[in-house]
Nanobody, 116 residues
Framework: QVQLVESGGGLVQPGGSLRLSCAAS????????MGWYRQAPGKERELVAS???????NYADSVKGRFTISRANAKNTVYLQMNSLKPEDTAVYYC??????????WGQGTQVTVSS
């Protein structure tokens, strides 16, 4: 059984910061790449950032320089530090993990709202 549990969403003012966390419980299976996606109302889900086990990262152009993805491999946990948040960052953020021999899994989503 593989489960992803997210935390850290909420309401923040423009220019503020939030940190998202996602812990994967995998019953011993290895987690490969992990990432964060987001979906705003009326829009398709999009990649925000991803990170490999070796630490190679990839970011959407819209968040480069503002968001930082990191992971703790021993804990199967991925983080997303979001700084200089903008109203257009408002969305439900989903954690994603590729688990070896098991496939791809999603978290339940956490709401991030940027508003004054």
């Amino acid at each position: 059984q593989v489960q992803l549990v997210e935390s850290g969403g909420g309401l923040v003012q423009p220019g503020g910061s939030l940190r998202l966390s996602c812990a994967a419980s995998t019953s011993g299976f290895t987690v490969n790449a992990m990432g964060w996606y987001r979906q705003a109302p009326g829009k398709e889900r999009e990649l925000v950032a991803s990170i490999t086990t070796g630490g190679t990262t990839n970011y959407a152009d819209s968040v480069k320089g503002r968001f930082t993805i990191s992971r703790a491999n021993a804990k199967n946990t991925v983080y997303l530090q979001m700084n200089s948040l903008k109203p257009e960052d408002t969305a439900v953020y989903y954690c994603n993990a590729a688990v070896r021999f098991r496939g791809e899994y999603w978290g339940q989503g956490t709401q991030v709202t940027v508003s004054s």
